[in-house]
């Protein structure tokens, strides 16, 4: 969502570093370039001027002026400047005594109830929260049956469905339920309609009284732009929010809506939906994404990410091969298959420093079709050709490419990509784990080193990698 927007800042910053030092002419011409990107990436603009009025006022401190690298230092002001439009700190889903009650409040078509099954999933997995889902809309043709579907999809149990219920008595019904049953959160998705109007309020209003949540989630669509921002401003004055769930940031919205939401509303964004799989829901980190605008690539959720997919069992194994110089088919399958949970070459490329940029060129050269087509080579190969690929010789070359839909040269690239892996593999084995520690603490420093370790065990907190970036040192 925010790759042209980082585009154009990522210009105005190299301009901004080629120069050996900065006067106020500098700084002005470089904030007109930044005012101008945020207006295009439609962020409102009211929250354009404050924030342009706050970077100028410090980047033209004598500070900066004077700095040895004063691009450097007026990147890291846009950077915590960011931070700050978008919300300062991490803000966390909250709970109560049990069972306590989320209340998702939103327009019709903006993704509610699909969020409300993935917030489900979401704490199931995560937090381990036994959660009952209740659908009140019984306005929408199917709705509740929307959500019981749902609701068998995740594995999370739903409200059984009471025709000819109200709203509030559905809302009574499900806390009942919870209290008997041992139900930790009631997760209460409300009816939307196509536009905000007095009856649609006056429900929401009544249901949060009684039912009294400990969260109101306000589900706004990231591609409709500021008609999302209105939209959040509105229902938090006739039914206060505590937080903000942003759906379809995966697309090519332009963002504003994320960059203008917590200025305008004054409501943190708790919640990202990033694609239409369950686990396509993420918490918001302001320093984070800010990391992402800027191209300083994010690290933590790397890392994160790293930890939630990689079967530990599997990476034991592949470190034991790795030791011995040992390489062969199927284990560059599983590694492909562990690229391709972590989001894919480009979706990794945009989360490392410096590297944003490439992402747009990995996509054009459909490295996802070069993947397709190596797994399919390996997938026709035989288990004994797989693990001895010194066997594939002319006959068996012609017919793997007859099964898999290719060629045989495509079958002696992806020959010579495993042999380069093995050359690489028997290097290691003969500088011995000392020499690759030793490269490894050069490069990275012992204590980051230390906390990823750490991480992969899950005895750290991998957001203590922040200390690696200078920009982001402090932002949690």
């Given at each position: 969502m925010f790759d042209s927007l980082g585009d154009k800042l990522g210009k105005v910053f190299g301009k901004l570093r080629g120069k050996g030092g900065l006067n106020e002419d500098?700084?002005?011409?470089?904030?007109?370039?930044?005012?101008?990107?945020?207006?295009?990436?439609?962020?409102?603009?009211?929250?354009?001027?404050?924030?342009?009025?706050?970077?100028k006022l410090k980047a033209v401190g004598q500070d900066v002026i004077k700095s040895v690298?004063?691009?450097q230092q007026v990147v890291k002001i846009v950077h915590d400047a960011l931070v700050e439009m978008l919300g300062g700190d991490t803000q966390e889903?909250?709970?109560?005594?049990?069972?306590?009650?989320?209340?998702?409040?939103?327009?019709?078509?903006?993704?509610?109830?699909?969020?409300?099954?993935?917030?489900?999933k979401f704490l199931t997995d995560k937090q381990r929260k036994k959660i009952l889902m209740a659908s009140l809309d019984v306005y929408r043709?199917?709705?509740?049956?929307?959500?019981?579907?749902?609701?068998?999809?995740?594995?999370?149990?739903?409200?059984?469905?009471?025709?000819?219920?109200?709203?509030?008595?559905?809302?009574?019904?499900?806390?009942?339920?919870?209290?008997?049953?041992?139900?930790?959160?009631?997760?209460l998705d409300t009816a939307g309609r196509l536009t905000i109007d007095e009856e649609m309020m006056a429900e929401v209003e009544a249901i949060q009284r009684a039912m009294n949540p400990v969260e109101t989630l306000l589900v706004a669509d990231a591609m409709t732009g500021q008609d999302a921002v209105n939209t959040a401003k509105i229902f938090n004055d006739r039914v206060p929010v505590t937080g903000?769930?942003?759906?379809?940031?995966?697309?090519?919205?332009?963002?504003?809506?994320?960059?203008?939401?917590?200025?305008?509303?004054?409501?943190?964004?708790?919640?990202?939906?990033?694609?239409?799989?369950?686990?396509?829901?993420e918490p918001f980190h302001p320093d984070r994404i800010a990391g992402r605008i800027l191209g300083m690539g994010d690290v933590v959720s790397l890392v994160e990410k790293a930890v939630e997919t990689i079967d530990r069992d599997e990476a034991e194994k592949m470190a034991a091969k790795f030791q011995k110089g040992e390489f062969d088919f199927n284990d560059l399958l599983s590694q492909m298959n562990q690229v391709k949970k972590m989001g894919g070459v480009g979706g990794l490329v945009k989360m490392l420093p410096g590297l944003g940029n490439m992402s747009a060129q990995l996509e054009k050269a459909n490295l996802?079709?070069?993947?397709?087509?190596?797994?399919?080579?390996?997938l026709s190969m035989t288990l004994e050709e797989r693990s001895r690929p010194v066997l594939l010789n002319a006959s068996r070359k012609r017919r793997i490419a007859a099964g898999s839909g290719t060629t045989v040269q495509d079958i002696n690239k992806l020959?010579?990509?495993?042999?380069?892996?093995?050359?690489?593999?028997?290097?290691?084995k003969k500088m011995g784990m000392g020499k690759m520690m030793g490269m490894m603490q050069g490069m990275m420093g012992e204590k980051d080193q230390a906390l990823i370790?750490?991480?992969?065990?899950?005895?750290?907190?991998?957001?203590?990698?922040?200390?690696?970036?200078?920009?982001?040192?402090?932002?949690?």
């Open positions: 500098d700084v002005a011409d470089a904030m007109r370039e930044i005012r101008v990107a945020l207006l295009e990436a439609d962020v409102a603009l009211p929250v354009v001027k404050n924030f342009i009025e706050t970077v690298t004063p691009g889903l909250t709970f109560s005594a049990p069972p306590s009650a989320y209340l998702m409040v939103g327009l019709q078509g903006s993704g509610k109830t699909t969020t409300t099954a993935k917030i489900a043709p199917a709705a509740q049956d929307q959500l019981a579907q749902l609701g068998t999809q995740t594995g999370i149990a739903t409200l059984p469905i009471v025709a000819g219920q109200k709203p509030l008595d559905i809302a009574h019904r499900a806390m009942d339920m919870a209290r008997k049953e041992g139900f930790d959160l009631v997760i903000i769930v942003l759906t379809r940031v995966d697309g090519d919205a332009r963002g504003g809506a994320a960059l203008s939401m917590k200025a305008v509303t004054g409501k943190p964004i708790k919640l990202i939906g990033v694609g239409e799989k369950w686990d396509a829901l996802g079709d070069a993947t397709k087509k190596q797994e399919a080579i390996i020959y010579k990509q495993l042999q380069d892996m093995q050359t690489v593999m028997k290097r290691m370790a750490e991480s992969m065990k899950g005895n750290a907190d991998p957001r203590d990698l922040l200390g690696a970036n200078p920009f982001l040192k402090g932002k949690r």
